[in-house]
C-alpha cells in the first residue's frame, strides 16, 4: 500500500485558517486522496477525498499538487471542535472488492481558543 | 438516519478470557470492516467483509480472534483467549458500496482493557 507522511502535530487559534500537509511521493494512478479525522473517544469521519483536482465540500477544501505527490487538507476557519486527529490516506482502485483503508499516524490537530 | 451501532462500549476481562463484540451495520450497507486502535496509534484493519463473504482478513490474527457477519448485516468479532496486548478500541465501520470512493460511516467504538 501506498504510504503518506504527516506531520505528528500542528497548533491553530480559533477561527483562523488551518492547512495540515500530506506528502504522497509514492502515490499510483489509480489511488484516491481520503482525510478522514477522529475527535477524542469517536470513531473516525470522513471528511473529503480526491483524485486529481482540488475539491470543496461544506467541512473543508482539499488541495491537490499537480504532481500529485502531495496535497493539503484545509479548514477555512478553525473552531474549537475541530480539534481532532487527522489522517490523510491513500486508497486504491486495485482489487476486486476496492481499496482498503489503511490508516497512519496523523496529525494531531489542537485549536486554541 | 441511524449509524452504525457497536456494544458493549466498554470491558474489562483478565489475560485468558474470551470476548465478543458486536455491530450493526448501517441498514443498506453490504461493506463491513472491524479495526483495532491502540492507545496512540491509527486504526488497523482486522478485516473486511462483503454481505456475508470475507474480503480481507490478512491483518487478523487467527489463532485468538475471529469475525463472523452470517445474514450479511450485523457481525461479531470475538477473541479468545485474551493477551494483554489485545486491549484496545475495537472500531466498527461500514460502507454503502466497496468502491474505493465510497465514504466509511464508524461507530463509537468497543473499548477493551485486559488484566
Known amino acids: 500500500d501506498a504510504k503518506t507522511t504527516q506531520p505528528n502535530s500542528m497548533e491553530s487559534n480559533e477561527e483562523e485558517p488551518v492547512h495540515l500537509p500530506c506528502n504522497h511521493s509514492?502515490?499510483?494512478?489509480?489511488?484516491?486522496i481520503h482525510w478522514y479525522r477522529q475527535l477524542p473517544s469517536q470513531g473516525p469521519e470522513y471528511v473529503i477525498h480526491?483524485?486529481?483536482s482540488n475539491v470543496n465540500n461544506r467541512m473543508a477544501s482539499l488541495a491537490i499538487a499537480e504532481d500529485r505527490k502531495s496535497s493539503t487538507l484545509i479548514l477555512h476557519r478553525a473552531t474549537l471542535r475541530d480539534a481532532a486527529v487527522y489522517y490523510c490516506?491513500?486508497?486504491?482502485?486495485?482489487?476486486?472488492?476496492?481499496?482498503?483503508?489503511?490508516f497512519g499516524q496523523g496529525t494531531e490537530l489542537s485549536v486554541k481558543p | 438516519e441511524a449509524g452504525v451501532a457497536q456494544s458493549p462500549r466498554y470491558k474489562i476481562i483478565e489475560k485468558r478470557q474470551s470476548v465478543a463484540f458486536w455491530c450493526n451495520p448501517i441498514?443498506?450497507?453490504?461493506?463491513l470492516y472491524w479495526y483495532q486502535q491502540i492507545l496512540g496509534q491509527g486504526p488497523k484493519l482486522l478485516i473486511q467483509?462483503?454481505?456475508?463473504?470475507?474480503?480481507?482478513d490478512s491483518q487478523l490474527p487467527k489463532d485468538r480472534f475471529s469475525a463472523e457477519r452470517l445474514k450479511g448485516v450485523d457481525s461479531t468479532l470475538k477473541i479468545q483467549p485474551a493477551k494483554l496486548e489485545d486491549s484496545a478500541v475495537y472500531l466498527c465501520?461500514?460502507?454503502?458500496?466497496?468502491?474505493?470512493?465510497?465514504?466509511?460511516?464508524f461507530g463509537e467504538g468497543s473499548r477493551l482493557t485486559v488484566l
Open positions: 480526491g483524485l486529481t
Open positions: 509514492t502515490i499510483s494512478g489509480t489511488d484516491y
Open positions: 441498514s443498506g450497507h453490504a461493506t
Open positions: 467483509f462483503q454481505n456475508n463473504g470475507v474480503v480481507d
Open positions: 465501520a461500514s460502507s454503502f458500496t466497496d468502491t474505493n470512493t465510497g465514504e466509511l460511516f
Open positions: 490516506i491513500l486508497r486504491d482502485l486495485k482489487g476486486n472488492q476496492g481499496g482498503k483503508l489503511i
